[in-house]
């Protein structure tokens, strides 16, 4: 596990907990691709679903690679100050020490909270993403945690600045500068600019991650390299059915010639 510092107006102010692994064999047996997997809310990279792929991924010759968002883990930072936009910093300086190593290409692999910053990042940086891999992408936060919390304690969310959140993976404080945030990434601006392949991974017994929000992502997008593959029975994170989930992810990218 390394430390990457996070700055503040030239001041460290966190750090980053990330892992890279790299797969036993001669050098050059594959392409340089790392798979770089983002966790979801209240999630760490240590989790069921990124152990499974870490095994995968450095058996089939790739590299791994994943960290703990701030606020999660073993990375620093508070939930209360979690943002998307730190969500996509934290993205950056992960890519950033990648990039030195000559992996300046990655496939992301995300998870909910993971797969909706996954595919904002692509949107921007297009260039540095093979393709994206995202497993019920949360592409509507925003909507769901205000229908979470209702009109009134919304308006006390606003008012005061900070609420408590609690669900069965984590117990935290939520600045309302998380809603101000995801508002200022509207969902139309991502369908806009997404030109990056995507798999995108969806149970539609999910709970958290309504999946026709995701279908009709895929449905709207004009960029046409996006494929869905829909769980009829699956629910949000669908660990029951890891091994099928990289069956197709494999596929995906063999299929779009991006192995």
């Known amino acids: 596990m390394e430390k990457i510092a996070v700055f503040r107006e030239g001041r460290e102010v966190s750090r980053l907990a990330v892992r890279f692994d790299l797969p036993a064999g001669r050098p050059g047996d594959r392409e340089p691709l790392c798979f770089l997997y983002l966790h979801g809310f209240g999630s760490v990279q240590s989790g069921e679903k990124a152990e499974f792929f870490r ?11 994943s960290f703990d968002f701030q606020g999660h883990g073993e990375s620093g930072g508070t939930m209360r100050e979690l943002t998307l936009s730190r969500n996509l910093a934290d993205l950056e300086l992960v890519w950033q020490a ?10 992301l692999l995300g998870s909910s909270m993971g797969g909706g ?4 990042f692509s949107a921007r940086h297009p260039e540095r993403v093979v393709a994206g891999l995202h497993i019920a992408p949360a592409l509507e936060l925003e909507r769901g945690l205000l229908a979470w919390a209702g009109p009134e304690r919304a308006r006390a969310w606003e008012a005061s ?10 117990t935290c404080e939520l600045g309302w500068g998380l809603i101000e945030d995801l508002r200022a990434h509207p969902l139309e601006e991502l369908l806009s ?30 960029y046409e390299a996006i494929d869905l593959h829909l769980f009829a029975d ?12 990289w069956e197709l992810m494999l596929e995906f990218l063999h299929g779009r010639g991006l192995l």
């Open 55 to 65: 095994r995968a991924a450095l058996a089939a010759g790739f590299a791994f690679c």
């Open 98 to 107: 990648l990039a030195t190593r000559g992996h300046g290409r990655v496939c």
């Open 117 to 120: 910053t996954g595919l904002w």
């Open 161 to 170: 600045g900070a609420i408590h959140f609690q669900n069965d993976f984590v």
């Open 193 to 222: 600019r997404y030109r990056t392949p995507a798999l995108l991974l969806q149970g539609k017994r999910d709970d958290s991650v309504p999946w026709k929000t995701v279908v009709d992502f895929a449905v709207r997008c004009p």
């Open 234 to 245: 699956g629910d949000h994170r669908l660990t029951d059915r890891k091994e099928r989930l």
